[in-house]
């Protein structure tokens, strides 16, 4: 019997290796607690036990690669990165019944490494959303009490890694998407840069600022999954080139000499005083760690909301376009012409919070309004980049709380721009293109409060070296109750 919480990807793949148990009983094990725990959190939007299965049977027989970490192990998948042969709707009506015939270049290379897809993971409908309230399909709940969201648009995938299902997941981030529902249910989620992980068969939200990254209970494990999804892929031409680290390779290195910046912004108004006494706290640990921690400014990351959700909600409206009814996707039945079929598949297909963005990023791109919006908000977030880049010159990291309060209870937040201001930490980290990592840095009314690390463009290692250096020094990887 595998226990997800006292193990760890090299602990499993040791296992693995040592012949302690198979490919197809860890398979079997990990489809039995599914069964059994996901009924409590709800993260599972569909299960490929068959074919994960045959796929386990398959590297029993043949043997796994003792030099691949990854090979043999069981991971989750976000519902809106396209797998072959199983269903991806990205938690949509409009995507019912989508049934990929191609793989995203994510999946491509999780195969290649062996790793056993299990499932798909519930979300907020095309990742739009900061709580998974608005998938079509289900309503997830966090792990560490189920009267509370789990955050989102990543919801599922931060649950299931949370609540033992699986010992890792595959989220997407577009304005925080993968940190704050993994601070909402404490575990690790990282966003690498833009450019990091090939794009290429995620179904778009903002293209400019979308990224896939992984979701986890350890650094180390985070930093793993990292290395084997990450590289330049021909099919994305926003894809880099830039080679590609050992993420895992220097962990333990620390964070002696490092300079951190903290800015005041991050602690201001709209943060629980039990959040910044979190954050205020892993300040002082790291400076026993070695590292100098000084108050910085940030002052156009106030900005960064309104910029967001005009420049995010014009790229959702234009990529949105595509499901009309008519090639693939939800079509209408009561329609008696072509204008029907568009008005009502769109209407019937779409949930209100999509059809919200595509409204204001429709508006935003229109001839009286795009310089006063559109235009306006480009030239915000050109200063929200240069905000970083000046402290990044003195800087090797910036901190700071990863959401301002903890996880809110379901159905609380039912104003949308409430709702759009528990991003306002990380919102200006996808602006920017940075890689950020939430890792958790202590409790807050009994449930997990998540730290915020960001570095400079493609120094994913850094930011890895000096969360390994905390999460080793404290003790807030914590089993939820219910799930021990």
């Keep these: ?93 409009m995507l019912a019944n989508f049934n990929p015939i191609y793989n995203a270049t994510v999946m491509d290379k999780l195969n290649a490494q062996d790793v056993i897809t299990v499932g798909k993971l519930n979300m907020d409908e095309f990742a739009m959303g900061g709580s998974t309230e608005t998938s079509a399909f289900k309503q997830t709940k966090n792990a560490w009490d189920q009267t509370k969201v789990p955050g989102g648009s990543s919801g599922g995938s931060a649950a299931a890694v949370a609540s033992g299902q699986v010992v890792a997941s595959l989220g997407s981030d577009t304005g925080g998407s993968i940190r704050q529902p993994a601070a909402y249910n404490g575990i690790v989620g990282v966003k690498p840069t833009y450019g990091r992980v090939s794009r290429f068969g995620l179904i778009a939200f903002a293209s400019s600022m979308d990224q896939i990254g992984p979701m986890t209970r350890t650094v180390k494990d985070n930093a793993l999954v990292l290395n084997a999804i990450s590289g330049h892929d021909s099919r994305d031409f926003t894809s880099s080139p830039k080679q590609v680290p050992d993420f895992s390779k220097d962990l333990d290195k620390g964070v002696k000499g490092m300079k951190i910046a903290l800015p005041k912004e991050f602690l201001g108004e709209g943060v629980q005083s039990e959040v910044k006494d979190a954050i205020l706290a892993a300040a002082k640990k790291f400076e026993e760690l070695g590292a100098t921690v000084e108050e910085v400014s940030l002052p156009y990351s106030k900005y960064g909301l309104p910029v967001y959700y005009i420049m995010a909600s014009s790229e959702a409206s234009s990529n949105l376009q595509r499901f009309d009814g008519i090639r693939y996707g939800y079509r209408a039945d009561d329609v008696k012409n072509l204008e029907d079929v568009y008005v009502k598949s769109r209407s019937q297909g779409f949930g209100d919070e999509v059809k919200r963005r595509i409204m204001l990023g429709t508006f935003s791109l229109s001839a009286g309004t795009y310089d006063a919006y559109f235009k306006k908000a480009g030239q915000v977030r050109t200063l929200i980049c240069q905000d970083f880049a000046r402290i990044f010159e003195k800087y090797d990291l910036i901190m700071g709380p990863t959401a301002p309060t903890p996880a809110f209870g379901l159905g609380e937040e039912t104003d949308p721009v409430v709702m759009y201001a528990n991003d306002i930490l990380t919102i200006p980290v996808n602006l920017a293109g940075l890689p950020g990592m939430s890792l958790p840095a202590g409790f807050a009314n009994g449930l997990p409060v998540g730290l915020q690390l960001i570095a400079p463009h493609f120094e994913e290692a850094r930011m890895y070296q000096a969360g390994f250096a905390f999460e080793q020094a404290t003790d807030f990887t914590k089993i939820p109750g219910g799930f021990a």
Excluded at 61 to 82: E, F, R, S
């Design 1 to 93: 019997m595998v226990n997800y919480f006292s193990e760890d990807l090299t602990s499993l793949h040791q296992g693995l290796v040592n012949k302690d148990f198979s490919v197809e009983e860890l398979t079997k094990q990990t489809f039995a607690t599914i069964k059994e725990r996901d009924e409590k959190v709800e993260a599972f939007l569909a299960l490929n036990e068959d074919k994960a299965l045959a796929k386990a049977r398959q590297l029993d027989q043949d043997g796994i690669d003792v030099n691949n970490v990854l090979a043999g192990i069981p991971m989750g998948i976000k519902d809106n990165i396209v797998t072959e042969g199983l269903t991806t709707t990205a938690a949509s009506k």
